[in-house]
């Protein structure tokens, strides 16, 4: 399974944190719960409030599973995902070609 690095921004004037009934949808989408229906798995989540920044570290088998289910994200600010994969995976895989 592949790593989806999300990296989401918005302003103050859209922040969640400011708009309770938003925050409590915010709150009921992004946990592992929620994660499992849509197929992804929350490997990390990293937010920094005063930067208006979120970040998350999903696992998921596509990146169509990952966008849908930082769709909330992707409504209130830019949201940008990148596919990836961890040091081990590579080098496993580098080293996989190498030996061919």
Partial sequence: MALYLVHHSHTDETCPAKNPKLLRIF????N????????????????????HTVILILEADSIDKAHNFV???????PTTIKEGYTCEQVAQQCLTDNDS
Avoid at 27 to 30: G, K, P
Avoid at 32 to 51: L, R, W
């Fill in 27 to 30: 709150a009921a989408h992004i």
């Fill in 71 to 77: 769709t909330p994200l992707i409504n209130v600010g």
């Fill in 32 to 51: 592992q719960a929620n994660g499992d229906k849509y197929g992804v798995k929350i490997v990390a989540d990293f937010v920094n409030e005063p930067e």
